[in-house]
């Protein structure tokens, strides 16, 4: 299956919203999206349903503080769905909305200056339309540009993340089956490694399995960035490990691969006890993360790997409301 419509249907998708104003962009996504579409955004949108929902919740207050939205996309590819035994299709884009911050978003400050917004979006078409999508963007990381940032500098890079070394990752056309197939199995084995990891003599065994040892983790703001195998243990996986206790594996929505990428998303992906000292926080209540995580194949390992977590839903539930007051100009 080339998923060649789903394609198509995304990018006009893409093209609609690219034309969109605050007041058009309901209509510009009922071109494309089913009437009872079932949205998941990150906090404070959560969950919406239809077009219009979609539109009040984030396109609107978004386009009124954005100026200039150009979609600077770095992944584009599609699949089945694994966790429906193959069943429905799926495309996945990856990249940034770039835009003058010209008014305030969600009680961030503007800055008249270019603002790149991190997304991972995930859409399941059925019968020629989108029916389903999980939206993901790194909010933290834009009140980081604009000079408004809650936490403490963490271990791990912060700046706006390129994509792929290899710059192949927009797969608008068909690619071999095999491909994906070995993707998809890769990451499947890695999955398997993290539930094992304590049967492995210690975190450079369990990585080196899966993983090149150049590898790229392009983590979300709050974490940060890291580079090859040793870096990536000692300024995030160390910390998440020994900070965040009783973690629970929930499982995942979508998870599905084309060519050499691939990537998941779960709502929640995993529950964990705050122990203190993750992301420079106290210790906290239980609570969830909703994640998606990216990949990039080079051979038999993965080379690169983009993650987008909900902090400011995992904070919440914590009691830690990270987002700035809001006024009227916000909505």
Known sequence: ?????????????????????????????????SPDWHWRGM????????????AAAFWHPFLRAMSRVQRREDVFFAGRNQIDDFQSVWVVSMGHLMALFDAPFLGILPTRRIAMLRYAEFHRIDGGRIVETAFFCD????????????????????????????????????????????TLELICRMIGAINDHRAYSGPEEELALNWHEDMCWWGPEGIGATYTIPRYIDQHQRPFRTQLADRAFNGHVARLAEGSYGGFFGWPNLSLTPLGGFM????????????????????????????????????????????????????
Do not use: C
């Open 1 to 33: 299956m080339t998923f060649q419509p789903e394609k198509t249907l995304i990018r006009a998708h893409h093209a609609a919203l690219r034309r969109a104003t605050p007041d058009s962009v309901a209509r510009a996504l009922a071109e494309h999206a």
């Open 43 to 54: 906090h404070p949108w959560h969950e919406q349903h239809g077009p219009e929902a979609v």
């Open 139 to 182: 909010l933290l990381h834009l009140m980081r540009q604009a000079g408004q940032s809650p936490l403490p500098t963490q271990t791990g890079a912060h700046l706006v993340q390129p994509g792929p070394a290899t710059h192949d990752g927009v797969h608008d056309g068909p690619t071999p089956p095999a491909e994906g197939a070995q």
């Open 280 to 331: 420079g926080l106290p210790a906290g209540p239980r609570a969830d993360m909703r994640v998606v995580d990216i990949y990039r194949r080079d051979g038999d390992k993965l080379a690169e790997n983009w993650i987008f977590i909900d902090m400011l839903h995992f904070l919440n539930m914590q009691g830690l409301d990270l987002l700035p007051p809001r006024t009227a100009s916000d909505h």
